[in-house]
């Protein structure tokens, strides 16, 4: 099992940026696949990056795609979410999520832990 703990969420203005983190437990990180979510009130869990094992591969769609950057580090056993011009639309709380294997994933299903999230608000 992987325990996983988010930070660095905050109220930014649009235009701004913010770095989330993700530390796991455990002594296996680098054996799991990585993703981040979001979920803003009254919509459904949205796919926002996904990175393998090594790190050496990601995938984003296309709503934060050359704004967001995920990375990992397996020494820290951490994943970082990079987030560069904010947008009001990208508020939410964002959780991070690991699966067994590598490979990108995309949708809930495909991961098997989650954190509790972390709250980010973009002002206009």
């Known amino acids: 099992q992987v325990q996983l703990v988010e930070s660095g969420g905050g109220a930014v203005q649009a235009g701004g940026s913010l770095r989330l983190s993700c530390a796991a437990s455990g002594r296996t990180f680098s054996i799991y696949a990585m993703g981040w979510f979001r979920q803003a009130p009254g919509k459904e869990r949205e796919f926002v990056a996904a990175?393998?094992?090594?790190?050496?591969?990601?995938y984003y769609p296309d709503s934060v795609k050359g704004r967001f950057t995920t990375s990992r580090d397996n020494v820290k056993n951490t994943v970082y979410l990079q987030m560069n011009s904010l947008k009001p639309e990208d508020t939410a709380v964002y959780y991070c999520?690991?699966?067994?294997?590598?490979?990108?994933?995309?949708?809930?299903?495909?991961?098997?832990?989650w954190g509790l999230g972390t709250q980010v608000t973009v002002s206009s």
């Open positions: 990175i393998n094992r090594s790190g050496t591969s990601t």
């Open positions: 999520a690991a699966r067994r294997g590598d490979g990108l994933a995309m949708t809930n299903y495909d991961y098997d832990y």
